[in-house]
């Protein structure tokens, strides 16, 4: 499958440039990904894909395989292998930085290869899936290279205010993304895109943020404000200890790396379902909370919004 | 396919059910009539660290006269929904759809809320939930609410509802007199999902279409409300021009899917060709 | 006394416990102490395994061995190809576990042995296996293109064979003749989705071992294992227990029961493996996948002049059983019932990364029967003459029979005028027509059309010496044995396997004929190497044709033997003794008789047997008959096409099927109406679907779509009857006449109806959308 993206920043290409040689700023722009390790110029993480009751995680590599100076061109790859099944999936992306008029036109072609069983069904999921996923990450990505305004070149994006950089995201969310029909199959899907981006706006301005997530003005931040099921919370803890036979498998899954270096994203519980993002509004979810005492749900909304916090990148 | 692990519970009542879902986390599944999520389960393409069983909890299958609405229990099979006396009476359009869903076996075992929570766009009832105005009860330990059907499915096999929520059951309002209804299912074995569906549902009064329902399965990742379609008929007369003229707008706001049983390009036309026949036959 | 048994309608006595289950399917058989295994399948089209890493499987609680390909390498061997169809065929290793390379999706790379089914796949997941993808090649046009990537690198090209026939001047007949119709018809690939999945269970006692398969072919089965795994064939026992279909698709030595023989000998344990449905649909071998090119010419009155065939025939990545063999097995039908002057055909073996192809319900010949009988419309449709019509004039008449074809076959018999007479009243063709033309013009948008299928195939495969002169490895005979017990019951023992086509009533209503015993009285006994140590097996519509007629030859020793002995005991001479309904009495003294218990227990006692008689009665046969047998027919469709949605409705079918004589006509109805449910379901439903990345979409049920009852009319059956003279009972077979039938008669009715529309073809399965693309004059559509 192939996939084409386009949106302009109003951002100059030079300092466009260097965010996009920076892998750990691109990986965190794909929802469901996590940055484990790295080692040289390559990167270990995991991609969490959720849809509906299916759960799909792969685990591989990332790395920047050429960075064309001249012609403003990096080619990414990254692989994996499901976790959980004999499957693979690879993708080569390719970002082209054009000059227009002080700002920056970013194409992005997406190769993406899928085997294993999410390849063998008639019916698409890799259409239904892998579109809705290219065109978040082609989404993030520009809205991380517009925070890249605030942040010099080759400078992490660290420590700048919401208002400067909600301001751009929120400019930038319409018709950023255009659809290529040349290319087969699917490219994105207008509408569901508008909006699943909607309340992505309309939350970003309420955000509290510490400087991580500053970097992307995603859309959970919303459900901070609700009070989350308690459930969930106070389960994800007994469940680590009562069920020793999957706390193991989870901690298996970390890589044996020889020599690691301290990543900006790198825990377990930071991988995100795709459609939690892609798909509902979290406005038209959040429930009404009914009981459960005020002392709790406070302690509740700290964990939560520590989880979601990280969750975002 | 042999599924993975999972924990296994099988509570009597709701209460004790969403309790159970509560406690079990986010990675939990419901089973109902399990016709699937038991696939997903042998394929190995879900793993739910725990399954609530459902089966047992008698209250979720009652079929219940409310005055002007209708409640049907989640767990109510497609076989019983058929053959209710009150959907017969008063939503003859769920009866006829559910009639059309997969195979006398699936129709026993499957349920008429496990087919909405799973939120299939080309199962086919999630577009007469939404033609017929349906609202869903849901409840978890933080207490009930309700989802609109126009709210309730957001994308791909995705709802509205929390992890920890349960369908409780459906609220539909009975159609009241006048009106004439018909599923138009297409698909090429009688067992195979909809390529494309129609459900609706037209009131005449005399020779003039007084109002008309009507939603589309299987051309978009959600049921469609097909409202440009509904305009186009309201207060014009019964006639087939009528009808095939209001078809066109039936793809307004769709976004079909391309896949190995039919292109969009084909789904868009079938969409306009059956929704025209739907009307017809609504009125014959 | 007692009814004729051959003829008689009976209720198969076999289908209680086969529709219940309760019965020894292979997943039913665990003995105490077995271990079951879980194969890890390549996600990859085509992929060089760099890395198969074990380890932590083989760590996984519950886990007793975990073997990759290379773990086996040394003794694995190469899975056998018995159809060797050109000397420079090329013949690619096929081990049963890749080692360095995978070169379809659903490969085995490693195999988990497990105290249990669950905790086996559970430890696949433990497996890491790194693999270095290489190009799919999933096009058999473009595979067989100038600088193509190839499936198998080593052979430097994908074509592994090209078979030639030619008979008369076929260029001069395309050049000369005024009409020549050009057309290029696809046989989609197909999964033969037999109802039980394919299941082995190994048990070894000592340096012996039990192998009991889901096959259709446990002597050849047991025979291509000591081949394969050098053990000896004395200390292998193969068992087809009760197996629940097969289509050809359990003619087949697979991989898993190689390994599942090889780890039960090194685990010293039953090691036992049952496939899921999904993980059946890519590895089970699928059938036909054929691109044919076709020349058809013919004169102005219709006469055909000559044939050109041209195939591309898809093998997949290995070459299995009689992979090769399948598309010749066409090579001899594409004449079908008709006289030509020239024909010729080649056919070239192609690799693909796509799962190996082989024998699928017809095997071959529904290839050739839809190419003929497409062309027979277009033909008809070309010179403007009734379809029915143009058959007429150039069948062969059935005063001509015996027949020696264009293709070198000699038909024996056969009435294609009764046949077709017979459907066309059924059918009620004229009033039909003429609906159709009303319809035409109301331009009403569902159209009516009719199709017709005048068929003949060659079944009973045997012949050894042809099979021979094919280059095929093994012969065709058949054997029986009868054992008249002591008690006067008696054991049939047959060599050929069955799979559901009901053997056990059939076999006993021919021994209960022949030996004049109750029906009742009659155990047929099958599918067990030990049990019945001769066979050739069952496919390829052989069993009744060649076996049945092997059993006729044994009842009738057993009679002859017995009348020795009954002249002895009656101290009359044999000559003057008339058997008759199970009787042996003088002939016009009907009350000084003795009975064939009777005669059983003198044998079985032997106090008082004639000089130099062996004890006991009961004799062996073998059959291996001079000529193939050729059930032929005339099928009919009617089928009404919604030009607004494309969607085929199939109104009325009418099929005559011509199987000469009938040993049980409701077993016959039944091959029939299954036979027709899957010819047409390649028609209208069925499709193993590629990715251009090499993966199988239609992995699932929800996909590949067979149809049930619900999706099919309500056929009318009906039969002539004429007699095979190629075996003694008169009988052709029936197994695939019905697949090989219907698929033209379906896709001639639906070309029919749109003719008016300019559509001159819908490629198969022709799904809604592909008519509705056809209608707009889209070829070749989705």
Redesign the interface.
């Known amino acids: 499958m192939e996939l084409d993206h386009d949106f302009t920043v109003p951002v100059p290409v030079d300092q466009a440039w260097p965010v996009l040689l920076d892998v750990e700023r691109v990986a965190t722009c794909m929802p469901g990904a996590t940055l484990d390790s790295a080692e040289g110029d390559e990167y270990k993480g995991r991609l969490k894909v959720k849809v509906g009751a299916m759960t799909i995680t792969y685990r591989g590599t990332a790395r920047i395989v050429s960075a064309d100076e001249s012609s403003r061109t990096v080619t990414l790859e990254a692989s994996g292998k499901e976790a959980r099944g004999s499957g693979t999936a690879s993708s080569t992306v390719q970002a082209k930085l054009h000059e227009e008029d002080g700002t920056t036109r970013v194409t992005v072609h997406t190769k993406l290869n899928v085997t294993g069983r999410p390849a063998q069904f008639g019916r698409n999921i890799l259409a239904e899936v892998g579109a809705k996923l290219i065109a978040r990450f082609a989404k993030a990505l520009a809205e991380e290279l517009e925070s890249s305004e605030e942040s010099p070149a080759g400078k992490k994006s660290d420590g700048k205010s919401d208002v400067e950089k909600d301001a751009p995201a929120k400019a930038s969310a319409p018709a950023k993304q255009k659809d290529k029909p040349a290319k087969k199959e699917t490219s994105k899907k207008p509408a569901k895109t508008e909006t699943s981006e909607k309340p992505a706006e309309s939350k970003a301005s309420e955000k509290p943020a510490g400087p991580k997530s500053s970097e992307k003005p995603a859309e959970p931040e919303a459900s901070e404000e609700t009070p989350k099921p308690e459930a969930r919370e106070e389960s994800a803890k007994p469940k680590a200890q009562d069920k020793p036979a999957k706390t193991e498998k989870r901690d298996e899954s970390a890589e044996p790396v020889k020599r690691e270096r301290p990543l900006r994203v790198a825990r377990e519980e930071d991988a995100i379902d795709m459609l939690e993002l892609a798909g509902p509004s979290v406005a038209k979810r959040a429930a009404p909370a009914v009981g459960g005492l005020v002392a709790v749900l406070v302690a509740i909304r700290f964990v939560t919004r520590r989880r979601r916090g990280r969750r975002k990148r | 396919?042999?599924?993975?692990?999972f924990d296994y519970t099988r509570p009597a009542s709701v209460d004790d059910a969403v309790r159970a879902?509560?406690?079990?986390?986010?990675d939990a599944?419901l089973l109902a009539g399990g016709q699937?999520?038991m696939?997903?389960l042998?394929?190995?393409?879900?793993?739910?660290?725990a399954l609530i069983d459902l089966g047992r909890v008698d209250a979720l299958r009652e079929i219940r006269d409310e005055g002007d609405t209708l409640l049907v229990g989640a767990m109510a099979t497609h076989h019983q929904v058929i053959r209710d006396p009150l959907v017969r009476a008063h939503l003859p359009l769920l009866a006829r759809a559910a009639e059309t869903v997969a195979?006398p076996a699936v129709r026993h075992r499957g349920t008429f809320g496990g087919s909405l929570v799973?939120?299939?766009p080309?199962g086919d009832l999630p577009a007469v939930a939404l033609a017929l105005d349906a609202v869903f009860l849901v409840r978890?330990?933080?207490?009930?609410?309700e989802i609109r059907a126009s709210?309730f499915f957001?994308?791909?096999?995705?709802s509205?509802m929390?992890?920890?929520?349960l369908l409780v059951g459906v609220r539909m309002p009975k159609l009241g007199s006048g009106w004439g209804v018909h599923y138009e299912k297409?698909h090429?074995?009688?067992?195979?999902?909809a390529?494309v569906g129609v459900a609706c549902a037209v009131r005449r009064d005399g020779d003039v279409v007084e109002d008309a329902r009507v939603a589309l399965t299987n051309m978009?990742?959600v049921p469609v409300r097909a409202g440009g379609v509904e305009n186009a008929v309201r207060g014009r007369p019964v006639s087939e021009g009528t009808f095939r003229s209001a078809a066109e707008h039936a793809t307004e706001?769709t976004?079909p899917?391309?896949?190995?049983?039919?292109?969009a390009e084909?789904r868009s036309?079938?969409a306009t060709?059956?929704t025209a026949r739907a009307l017809t036959a609504c009125t014959a | 006394m007692t009814v004729p048994e051959i003829g008689a309608p009976r209720r198969r006595t076999e289908d209680t416990r086969l529709l219940t289950g309760r019965t020894r399917w292979t997943e039913n058989l665990t003995p105490a102490g077995t271990l079951h295994m879980a194969f890890l399948r390549s996600p990859h089209a085509h992929a060089k395994l760099t890395r198969v890493d074990t380890s932590q499987a083989a760590t996984h609680p519950g886990v007793v061995a975990v073997f990759s390909g290379a773990d086996l390498a040394d003794e694995q061997g190469s899975l056998p190809c018995a159809w060797i169809v050109t000397d420079d065929m090329k013949h690619p290793d096929h081990p049963p576990m890749g080692v360095h390379e995978v070169r379809y999706v659903g490969e085995p790379v490693a195999c988990v042995v497990a105290r249990d089914r669950y905790t086996a796949v559970d430890a696949l997941e433990k497996i890491d296996v790194d693999y270095e993808p290489l190009p799919a090649v999933v096009d058999m046009e473009a595979a067989v293109a100038e600088g193509a990537d190839l499936v198998h690198h080593d052979l430097g090209t994908n074509k592994s064979y090209t078979w030639v026939y030619e008979n008369g001047d076929v260029e001069a007949a395309l050049r000369d003749a005024p009409v020549v119709i050009e057309r290029e018809y696809v046989q989609q690939r197909l999964i033969p989705s037999a109802m039980e999945p394919r299941s082995v269970l190994c048990v070894p006692e000592g340096d012996e071992f039990t192998l009991y398969s889901a096959t259709q072919i446990p002597h050849i089965l047991r025979l291509m294992l000591a081949v394969v795994t050098g053990i000896a064939e004395h200390r292998l026992r193969v068992v087809a227990p009760d197996v629940g279909g097969g289509f050809g698709s359990k003619l087949q030595v697979y991989g898993e029961e190689v390994i599942a023989l090889l780890l039960a000998r090194r685990l010293g344990r039953p090691v036992k493996w049952t496939e899921t449905r999904s993980e059946g649909n890519m590895t089970v071998h699928h059938g036909r996948d054929q691109i044919q090119r076709l020349t058809l010419a013919a004169e102005r009155d219709g006469r055909i002049r000559g044939l050109k065939v041209d195939l591309l025939a898809d093998m997949g990545a290995y070459l299995m059983i009689v992979t090769p063999g399948i598309p010749l097995l066409g090579a001899f039908m594409f004449n079908g019932i008709y006289k030509m002057d020239a024909y010729s055909f080649t056919c070239t073996g192609v690799f693909t990364t796509k799962t190996p192809t082989d024998a699928y319900r017809g095997a071959g010949r529904p290839e050739a029967t839809y190419a003929i009988e497409r062309l027979m419309d277009e033909l008809a449709n070309e010179l403007g003459i009734d379809p029915i019509e143009v058959r007429r004039r150039n069948w062969i008449a059935h005063e001509e029979f015996p027949y020696e074809t264009i293709a070198g076959l000699t038909y024996d018999s056969g009435n294609y005028e009764a046949a077709t007479d017979k459907a066309l009243e059924l059918f009620e063709y004229d009033k039909l027509r003429a609906e159709q033309a009303d319809r035409r013009d109301r331009r009403d948008p569902v159209q009516l059309g009719i199709g017709v299928s005048t068929f003949t195939e060659m079944c009973g495969l045997a012949p050894s010496r042809v099979l021979g002169s094919l280059s095929y490895g093994a012969g065709g005979w058949e054997h029986a044995s009868v054992r008249v017990l002591p008690t006067g019951k008696v054991e049939v023992i047959t060599g050929s396997s069955p799979h559901g086509q009901g053997h056990e009533t059939a076999w006993a209503q021919i021994a209960a004929d022949r030996l004049g015993v109750p029906f009742e009285d009659v155990r047929v006994l099958h599918g067990d190497t030990v049990i019945a140590p001769k066979g050739m097996d069952t496919y390829g519509s052989r069993s009744l044709a060649v076996g049945g007629v092997a059993l006729s030859a044994a009842c009738g020793k057993v009679v002859e033997k017995a009348r020795t002995v009954a002249a002895h005991l009656l101290e009359a001479a044999e000559q003057d003794l008339e058997f008759r309904d199970g009787r042996f009495s003088v002939r016009g003294v009907h009350e000084e008789g003795t009975t064939l218990q009777e005669v059983a227990q003198a044998a079985f006692t032997a106090h008082d047997l004639p000089d130099g008689l062996e004890p006991s009665l009961d004799a062996d046969a073998t059959f291996d008959p001079d000529n193939f047998s050729f059930p032929h027919g005339t099928h009919l469709c009617a089928a009404e096409v919604d030009t607004e949605t494309g969607m085929v409705k199939l109104r009325k079918y009418v099929a005559v099927d011509d199987v000469g004589k009938v040993v049980n006509p409701l077993i016959v109805e039944g091959q029939v109406h299954g036979g027709l449910a899957q010819g047409i379901a390649q028609a209208l439903f069925e499709e193993a679907v590629y990715d251009a990345d090499g993966n199988l979409t239609t992995t699932t049920l929800a996909d590949y779509l067979v149809p049930s009852a619900a999706d099919l009319p309500t056929f009318t059956t009906d039969r002539t009857e004429t007699p095979a003279t190629s075996n003694p009972l008169g009988v052709k077979g029936v197994g695939e006449a019905g697949t090989i039938a219907s698929t033209p008669a379906v896709v001639n009715a639906i070309v029919d109806a749109l003719r008016p529309h300019g559509v001159r073809d819908v490629p198969m399965p022709c799904t809604p959308e592909r008519v509705w693309r056809a209608l707009r004059g889209e070829a070749g559509a989705r």
């Open positions: 396919m042999i599924p993975a692990t879902l509560s406690d079990a986390g986010e599944k699937s999520l696939p997903l042998r394929l190995r393409l879900a793993f739910p660290d195979d799973h939120a299939d080309a978890s330990v933080r207490g009930e609410r709210e957001v994308d791909w096999m995705t509205a929390e992890p920890d929520e297409f090429r074995t009688a067992q195979a999902w390529i978009g990742p706001g976004e899917p391309s896949d190995l049983h039919g292109s084909y036309h079938l060709v059956l």
